[in-house]
């Protein structure tokens, strides 16, 4: 039971561009949810994070979206690099004192030069 | 380098063994957290610990144990391996109980044949 999926296994956007990836979670007890960036050979890399009393996160070129009541969060690049080729997941976190996150099975996202 | 150590990089092993896989957190995190990554699946919550102290637990199995030392190092053991133990096993760490943006390290990376 996948309860934060990411459905598109790969993605691929011209520098300078927008990148949008996109995760969907079933569980309406998450309220934390978090984005991770995955280079080769690398553990994740924290990149930003939303609680659930927003919609919208921006740190620099990176936004989070949080849409709730369709249970989807999507991240926007832009724009985007080629330093930004990386595996992105997608994870979220549940109310009350459990840290635990669960994550999506990632995005690889290819910037192209 | 994140600051979070985990050692070996690279294990092979056969079925049916035992392995001990160690992480050392940043300097002053006290929870140190375990994560499972199978080919192309999302990262699985394993067990997390605080200062010495097991505070949650995720889909571990059985022949899985782990603890924390006073020094909070932690080791992860993984007891009569079988083939689909093979993934990545992360470590990350973070101040407190209730920290969200870990810090990963780089993983070990176990293959059973």
């Known amino acids: 039971d996948q309860q934060v999926k990411q459905n598109s296994p790969s993605l691929s956007v011209q520098e300078g561009r927008i990148s949008i990836l996109n995760c969907d979670y079933t569980?309406?007890?998450?309220?934390?949810f978090l984005w991770y960036k995955k280079y080769p050979a690398e553990g994740p890399t924290f990149l930003i994070s939303?609680?659930?009393?927003?919609d919208k996160n921006e740190d620099g070129r990176f936004t989070v979206f949080l849409n709730k009541s369709a249970k989807h969060l999507s991240l926007h690049i832009v724009p985007s690099q080629p330093g930004d080729s990386a595996v992105y997941f997608c994870a979220a976190g549940p109310a009350g004192s459990a840290r635990q996150l669960t994550f999506g099975s990632g995005t690889q996202l290819t910037v192209l030069p | 380098d994140s600051g979070v150590t985990q050692t070996p990089k690279h294990l092979i092993t056969a079925t049916g063994q035992r392995v001990t896989l160690r992480c050392s957190p940043r300097?002053?995190?006290?929870?140190v957290y375990w994560y499972q990554q199978s080919l192309d699946q999302g990262l699985q919550f394993l067990i997390h610990?605080?200062?010495?102290?097991?505070?949650a637990k995720g889909n571990i199995l059985e022949r899985f144990s782990a603890q924390q030392f006073p020094d909070l190092h932690s080791e992860l053991n993984l007891s009569s391996l079988e083939l689909g133990d093979s993934a990545l096993y992360f470590c990350?760490?973070?101040?407190?109980?209730?920290?969200?943006?870990?810090?990963f390290g780089s993983g070990t990376r176990l293959t059973v044949v």
């Open positions: 939303i609680s659930s009393i927003k």
């Open positions: 990350a760490s973070s101040e407190g109980p209730g920290d969200y943006g870990y810090t």
């Open positions: 569980n309406s007890m998450f309220d934390y």
């Open positions: 610990y605080y200062n010495g102290e097991e505070r």
């Open positions: 300097s002053g995190d006290l929870s």
